[in-house]
Nanobody, 116 residues
Framework: QVQLVESGGGLVQPGGSLRLSCAASGFTFSGYTMSWYRQAPGKERELVALISSDGKYTNYADSVKGRFTISRDNTENTVYLQMGSLKPEDTATYYC?????????WGQGTQVTVSS
């Protein structure tokens, strides 16, 4: 059974930091490109960051470049999103995804709220 379980969301003040984690099981994690997406109320879901299966390639949305870092641990089947200098516009539900070829798995999401 495929599972992607996100954790680490919460309420943080502007300028603060959070680290999201996504624990994967039920598939060969090391063979999948992993990504973080987010969706704010009333907005379309957007790609935040992705990392290649071997961790050597990463890509970021312009809105988070220099503030967020995606990483993965293939020994722990976990992908991370380190978020810094958070802004109110970063408020959203953050989703972890795993993709390989035509297969695409999604987690249930974790809420991040940036507010004073």
């Amino acid at each position: 059974q495929v599972q992607l379980v996100e954790s680490g969301g919460g309420l943080v003040q502007p300028g603060g930091s959070l680290r999201l984690s996504c624990a994967a099981s039920g598939f060969t994690f090391s063979g999948y490109t992993m990504s973080w997406y987010r969706q704010a109320p009333g907005k379309e879901r957007e790609l935040v960051a992705l990392i290649s299966s071997d961790g050597k390639y990463t890509n970021y949305a312009d809105s988070v470049k220099g503030r967020f870092t995606i990483s993965r641990d293939n020994t722990e089947n976990t992908v991370y999103l380190q978020m810094g200098s958070l802004k109110p516009e970063d408020t959203a539900t953050y989703y972890c995804t795993g993709r390989r070829g035509g297969q695409n798995y999604w987690g249930q999401g974790t809420q991040v709220t940036v507010s004073s």
